[in-house]
C-alpha cells in the first residue's frame, strides 16, 4: 500500500512565523503534489514537483514556496504565515498514469 | 478551463439501497478520472480509477464508469452500508500539456442511515 505521511496532523502557528509542512512518500513516486482545502472552494494546487529539485506553480501559489531536495520528500513552506492561510493542507504523490494518493492532511490555523 | 461539478451536494439513504453519484465536467480531453472518499478532518482516499480508454473499473461493491463524450462520469454504491457514510469527489486530469493538472470536483456528501 501506497503510504504518503504528513509530519503534523495540527499546527497552530503566529502571523509572520515561517512554517515548514513536510511530507514523505514511501513508493518512489515521480510527482508529488500540495494542495489546499476549504470550505465552499474545494481542493486548490499550490504547487507540485515531477522530479527532484522541479517544481511547478500550481493555481495558487502566492505565499508560498516547495523544496524537493529528495524523491521521497517534498516540502511546502509559507515564508511568512498570515492568517488567510489557516486551512487544511493535503499533500499527495502519483506516478504518471497512475492513482493520486494523500496523506492525512495538515490543519494549520494561524492566529 | 476544465470545470468539474458533482449533483447531487448531499444525499441520504437508508442502508442496503444501491445509489448513484455523478461527475460532470466539461472539456473532454481528460487523461483520466479518479473517485475519492473522505471522511471528516481525514485526506482522501483512492477509490477508483478510469483511464481515458476505459469505460468502466469495478471494486467490490463500487463501480465507476466513464463517458468521455459526454463529458460525464458515475459512481454505482451496491448495497450501501452505514460504513459508507463520508464524502465523494471526482477529479479529471487534463491539459493540453500537463496531464498533472488535476481538477476535484465539490463532493457529494452521503449519509447511509441505519
Known amino acids: 500500500d501506497v503510504k504518503v505521511t504528513q509530519s503534523s496532523r495540527y499546527l497552530v502557528k503566529r502571523t509572520g512565523e515561517k512554517v515548514f509542512l513536510e511530507c514523505v512518500q514511501d513508493?518512489?513516486?515521480?510527482?508529488m503534489f500540495w494542495y489546499r482545502q476549504d470550505p465552499g472552494l474545494g481542493l486548490r494546487l499550490i504547487y507540485f514537483?515531477?522530479?527532484?529539485?522541479?517544481?511547478e506553480k500550481g493555481d495558487i501559489p502566492e505565499g508560498y514556496s516547495v523544496s524537493r531536495e529528495k524523491k521521497e520528500r517534498f516540502s511546502l513552506i509559507l515564508e511568512s504565515a498570515s492568517t488567510n492561510q489557516t486551512s487544511m493542507y493535503l499533500c499527495?504523490?502519483?506516478?504518471?498514469?497512475?492513482?493520486?494518493?494523500f496523506g492525512n492532511g495538515t490543519r494549520l490555523t494561524v492566529t | 478551463k476544465q470545470e468539474v461539478t458533482q449533483i447531487p451536494a448531499a444525499l441520504s439513504v437508508p442502508e442496503g439501497e444501491n445509489l448513484v453519484l455523478n461527475c460532470s465536467f466539461t472539456d473532454s480531453a481528460i487523461y483520466n478520472l479518479q473517485w475519492f472518499r473522505q471522511d471528516p478532518g481525514k485526506g482522501l482516499t483512492s477509490l477508483l480509477l478510469i483511464q481515458s480508454s476505459q469505460r468502466e473499473q469495478t471494486s467490490g461493491r463500487l463501480n465507476a464508469s466513464l463517458d468521455k463524450s459526454s463529458g460525464r462520469s458515475t459512481l454505482y454504491i451496491a448495497a450501501s452500508q452505514p460504513g459508507d457514510s463520508a464524502t465523494y469527489l471526482c477529479a479529471v486530469s487534463s491539459g493540453k500539456y500537463n496531464f498533472n493538472k488535476f481538477y476535484f470536483g465539490s463532493g457529494t456528501k452521503l449519509n447511509v442511515k441505519p
Open positions: 514537483s515531477y522530479d527532484v529539485k522541479m517544481k
Open positions: 499527495a504523490s502519483r506516478d504518471s498514469g497512475a492513482p493520486l494518493h
Open positions: 513508493m518512489d513516486h515521480e510527482n
